[in-house]
């Protein structure tokens, strides 16, 4: 694996086309990143007949071990430290955070910024946006061989879509969507993957995956929400509408929203008959969800059978630390998560929140600094487990360092 160590701060990206959240404050790192290797335009097209490329694409399903916990692509949150601490508790694949590709295809810094992995970050997606397929296709052929699939984005419901006119806003342009997935499909060595949103009427959802399907598409993941559900809190994701898109389809489907916890993952499995289920929001506050834990919203009064699992979401920080110290990204990236990750902490001691917004630079020291000053505070919010002896094994298993 190519990787190059280069020193960078954050880009100051002037682009509003980006499916961006509020950007937290920058600050300087440095960072490992994708080695700029020399691309051929024009591999050969692969112009398979429609069962052939179905059977290609369980083939390659199967050898990556079929995977069915998958970390969703979250921008500025799905990224290289963050993807390996999922991967240490359960996660079996991930996704990048979205890249826009007409940045990614001209602007060195944004790559080598945006875009790292490592030889253990596998299997992978790699996420673009986009609405132009040579440029779709420029920026695939250079993650290529670091990835196992190249996922286009369909799912973007966000102004700044809207505005770029990618995302959820190419619903209402289906011969372009075609016309990407066939480029990248006709064009490409790995598979094409697309990350939808439903239709409001389930027919058009049908229609919509099975052009995707027809176009080359080699797995499609659906979010079972709509374009105007944007609230993932207030909406409910419709499992009805991704088993719908399970039985029309022939290639691996994934099923994404409502997954907070191991009983949904299995009931989603179920109910949907899907491949695999993505989970984004809920592993930003909890990231060894794939591996049984829960926070303690998801642990009723009533229920019996849950026990502290001897792992909180402090130690999960110390944890994502180490691993960005080895991976550098971002500040505003680390951030995000450490707010994330301590929100029901800051919720107990707020001062402590206070300290880390007054913060404008931020280094690992006073990172590592803020856990042990809510430990001293006597704030502790374990993660919860189900008390089976095998549960209790795998929490001293899941404790090994890093
Ligand atoms: C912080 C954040 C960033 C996201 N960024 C992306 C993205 O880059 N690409 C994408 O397809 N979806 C993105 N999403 C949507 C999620 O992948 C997922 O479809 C959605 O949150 C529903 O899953 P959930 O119910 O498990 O949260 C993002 C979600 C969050 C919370």
């Given at each position: 694996?190519?990787?190059?160590t280069?020193?960078?701060?954050?880009?100051?990206?002037?682009?509003?086309?980006?499916?961006?959240?509020?950007?937290?404050?920058?600050?300087?790192?440095?960072?490992?990143?994708l080695?700029?290797?020399?691309?051929?335009?024009?591999?050969?097209g692969?112009?398979?007949?429609g069962?052939?490329r179905?059977?290609?694409a369980?083939?390659?399903w199967?050898?990556?071990g079929?995977?069915?916990f998958?970390?969703?692509?979250?921008?500025?949150?799905?990224e290289?430290?963050?993807?390996?601490?999922?991967?240490?508790?359960?996660?079996e694949?991930a996704?990048?955070?979205?890249?826009h590709?007409r940045?990614?295809?001209?602007?060195?810094k944004?790559?080598?910024e945006?875009f790292t992995?490592?030889?253990?970050?596998?299997?992978?997606?790699?996420?673009?946006c986009?609405?132009?397929?040579d440029?779709?296709?420029e920026?695939?052929?250079?993650?290529?061989?670091?990835?196992?699939?190249?996922d286009?984005?369909?799912?973007c419901?966000?102004?700044?879509a809207?505005r770029?006119?990618?995302?959820?806003?190419?619903?209402?342009?289906?011969?372009?969507?075609?016309?990407?997935?066939?480029k990248?499909?006709?064009?490409?060595?790995?598979?094409v993957?697309?990350?939808?949103r439903?239709?409001?009427?389930?027919?058009?959802?049908?229609?919509y995956?099975?052009?995707?399907?027809?176009?080359?598409c080699?797995?499609l993941?659906?979010?079972?929400r709509?374009?105007?559900?944007?609230?993932?809190?207030?909406?409910r994701?419709?499992?009805?509408?991704?088993?719908?898109?399970?039985?029309?389809?022939?290639i691996?489907?994934?099923a994404?929203?409502?997954?907070?916890?191991?009983?949904?993952?299995q009931n989603?499995?179920?109910?949907t008959?899907a491949?695999?289920?993505?989970?984004?929001?809920?592993?930003?506050?909890?990231?060894?969800l794939?591996?049984?834990?829960?926070?303690?919203?998801?642990?009723?009064?009533?229920?019996?059978?849950?026990?502290?699992?001897?792992?909180?979401?402090?130690?999960?920080?110390?944890?994502?630390?180490?691993?960005?110290?080895k991976?550098?990204?971002?500040?505003?990236?680390i951030?995000?998560?450490?707010?994330k990750?301590?929100?029901?902490?800051?919720?107990l001691?707020?001062?402590?929140?206070?300290?880390?917004n007054?913060q404008s630079?931020?280094?690992?020291?006073?990172?590592?600094?803020?856990?042990?000053?809510?430990r001293e505070?006597?704030?502790?919010?374990?993660?919860?487990?189900?008390?089976t002896?095998?549960?209790?094994?795998?929490?001293?298993?899941?404790?090994?360092e890093?």
């Amino acid at each position: 694996m190519a990787l190059t160590t280069t020193t960078h701060s954050d880009p100051p990206l002037n682009d509003d086309s980006l499916c961006s959240l509020p950007q937290q404050n920058q600050e300087d790192c440095s960072s490992s990143s994708l080695q700029e290797t020399p691309f051929s335009m024009g591999s050969p097209g692969k112009y398979l007949s429609g069962v052939s490329r179905v059977e290609m694409a369980w083939a390659h399903w199967t050898k990556l071990g079929r995977p069915k916990f998958i970390v969703a692509p979250m921008v500025d949150n799905s990224e290289l430290p963050f993807r390996m601490l999922c991967r240490k508790y359960g996660a079996e694949a991930a996704y990048t955070p979205m890249l826009h590709s007409r940045i990614f295809s001209e602007n060195p810094k944004y790559r080598s910024e945006e875009f790292t992995t490592c030889n253990e970050d596998r299997p992978l997606f790699v996420q673009f946006c986009a609405n132009d397929p040579d440029t779709l296709l420029e920026a695939a052929r250079r993650v290529e061989s670091y990835c196992d699939y190249v996922d286009i984005n369909l799912g973007c419901p966000q102004r700044i879509a809207r505005r770029g006119y990618y995302g959820a806003f190419l619903m209402d342009n289906l011969p372009l969507v075609k016309s990407l997935v066939e480029k990248l499909a006709s064009n490409l060595n790995v598979p094409v993957s697309c990350k939808i949103r439903v239709f409001p009427k389930l027919e058009d959802t049908l229609k919509y995956a099975k052009m995707l399907e027809d176009a080359g598409c080699s797995l499609l993941a659906v979010h079972g929400r709509t374009r105007d559900e944007k609230d993932g809190k207030k909406f409910r994701a419709d499992w009805n509408a991704i088993k719908a898109v399970k039985n029309e389809l022939r290639i691996p489907v994934l099923a994404n929203g409502n997954v907070r916890h191991m009983d949904d993952v299995q009931n989603c499995l179920e109910e949907t008959g899907a491949d695999g289920v993505l989970s984004a929001e809920t592993l930003l506050e909890n990231p060894a969800l794939f591996a049984g834990f829960r926070t303690a919203d998801w642990v009723s009064d009533n229920e019996n059978g849950y026990v502290d699992g001897k792992l909180d979401q402090a130690d999960l920080v110390v944890e994502y630390l180490k691993l960005c110290e080895k991976y550098p990204v971002p500040w505003r990236m680390i951030r995000s998560h450490v707010h994330k990750l301590l929100g029901d902490w800051f919720r107990l001691q707020p001062q402590v929140r206070e300290d880390l917004n007054a913060q404008s630079r931020l280094t690992f020291e006073f990172l590592y600094g803020l856990v042990d000053r809510l430990r001293e505070l006597g704030v502790r919010v374990p993660l919860h487990q189900k008390d089976t002896s095998a549960a209790r094994d795998s929490a001293e298993v899941s404790r090994i360092e890093l």
